[in-house]
């Protein structure tokens, strides 16, 4: 899934290409060069001490990995926590993406942004805590070692959401300090990281034993699944067009505004995973 994602995001680039070929188209012919690396396509031209394309091409590499990271930790959280809980301590994302925008990036942000932060992070808690004293789920191992699994998952989740923040707090560096068009970032995010996918990650889990076929995943086994079952790559295309769309729409809110309220948009997913079972429990299955 992982992989698709970053599938979907590199074809945020023939968007952006679309651009390149209508501003050519645009301008008239004169002696300027084929290809100028000190220029960004579709961007600003760079100055003699910032550095060429290239190599903020290169940069992208940062975020991409640090959402391979990201997303290995919330998974293995999500092993140890509902579904509910996790998707509730992704909200805690927006107090790391806040601190690393104030430290890193030196952004200012005022009383009335830090009390925003404390309002959301207060219904996050609440919500969360509600979910946890009103679970179920895990009590037949018994409370210690339901608490304990459930600090586990509840610490992977948190991590995830650390270096979660630290990947838009990366993009936001690359938007608005490196000077790289937002649809560049998220299409060679998207090929930065579905390369780490193939040359490093895939091969550690196909090396890896699991019950897949004995490895952690098969993934020459999935792409059969995948090719013989048409429902299934039909929600695969859905989620194709779901995740592009959603980068993108990503990058553009942080590039108008922030990466924090970019990060705060995103906690509505929370709200919508709550509606959505409730709507299931109460008119579809109360069990």
């Given at each position: 899934?992982?992989?698709?994602?970053?599938?979907a995001?590199?074809?945020?680039?023939?968007?952006?290409?679309?651009?390149?070929?209508?501003?050519?188209?645009?301008?008239?012919?004169?002696?300027?060069?084929?290809?100028?690396?000190?220029?960004?396509?579709?961007?600003?031209?760079?100055?003699?001490?910032?550095?060429?394309?290239?190599?903020?091409?290169?940069?992208?590499?940062?975020?991409?990995?640090?959402?391979i990271?990201?997303?290995?930790?919330?998974?293995?959280?999500?092993?140890f926590?509902?579904?509910?809980?996790?998707?509730?301590l992704?909200?805690?994302?927006?107090?790391?993406?806040?601190?690393?925008?104030?430290?890193?990036?030196?952004?200012?942000?005022?009383?009335?942004?830090?009390?925003?932060?404390?309002?959301?992070?207060?219904?996050?808690?609440?919500v969360?805590?509600?979910?946890?004293?009103?679970?179920?789920?895990?009590?037949?191992?018994?409370?210690e070692?339901?608490?304990s699994?459930?600090l586990?998952?509840?610490?992977l989740?948190?991590?995830?959401?650390?270096?979660?923040?630290?990947?838009?707090?990366?993009?936001?560096?690359?938007?608005?300090?490196?000077?790289l068009?937002?649809?560049?970032?998220?299409?060679?995010?998207?090929?930065?990281?579905?390369?780490?996918?193939?040359?490093?990650?895939?091969?550690?889990?196909?090396?890896?034993?699991?019950?897949?076929?004995?490895?952690?995943?098969?993934?020459?086994?999935?792409?059969?699944?995948?090719?013989?079952?048409?429902e299934?790559?039909?929600?695969?295309?859905?989620?194709?067009?779901?995740?592009?769309?959603y980068?993108?729409?990503?990058?553009?809110?942080t590039?108008?505004?922030?990466?924090?309220?970019?990060?705060?948009?995103?906690?509505?997913?929370?709200l919508?995973?709550?509606?959505?079972?409730?709507?299931?429990?109460?008119?579809?299955d109360?069990?």
């Open positions: 899934i992982t992989f698709i994602m970053f599938v995001m590199s074809g945020a680039l023939l968007f952006d290409g679309g651009m390149w070929r209508c501003g050519r188209g645009k301008r008239m012919a004169g002696d300027q060069p084929l290809l100028n690396l000190d220029q960004s396509p579709g961007g600003e031209a760079g100055s003699a001490e910032g550095p060429s394309w290239g190599k903020k091409v290169v940069m992208v590499m940062i975020p991409a990995v640090f959402d990271l990201a997303t290995g930790l919330c998974c293995m959280g999500f092993l926590i509902p579904a509910s809980v996790w998707q509730l992704r909200g805690a994302e927006m107090v790391f993406a806040a601190i690393f925008a104030v430290t890193c990036l030196g952004r200012t942000l005022y009383g009335f942004h830090w009390l925003g932060i404390f309002c959301c992070t207060i219904g996050i808690v609440a969360g805590l509600a979910s946890v004293w009103g679970s179920d789920s895990m009590k037949a191992e018994g409370p070692a339901s608490n699994w459930m586990l998952g509840i610490g989740a948190l991590a995830g959401q650390v270096v979660q923040a630290a990947q838009v707090i990366a993009e936001e560096w690359l938007l608005k300090d490196v000077d068009p937002g649809l560049q970032i998220v299409g060679f995010e998207g090929i930065w990281g579905g390369l780490v996918m193939l040359v490093f990650v895939f091969p550690v889990l196909y090396w890896l034993p699991g019950s897949d076929h004995g490895h952690a995943e098969d993934e020459v086994d999935s792409w059969f699944v995948l090719n013989s079952n048409p299934l790559l039909s929600l695969v295309a859905l989620y194709t067009f779901s995740c592009a769309t980068n993108m729409a990503g990058i553009a809110v590039g108008a505004l922030s990466a924090v309220h970019r990060v705060m948009l995103e906690a509505v997913r929370t919508i995973v709550w509606a959505f079972g409730l709507t299931v429990h109460y008119y579809v109360p069990e």
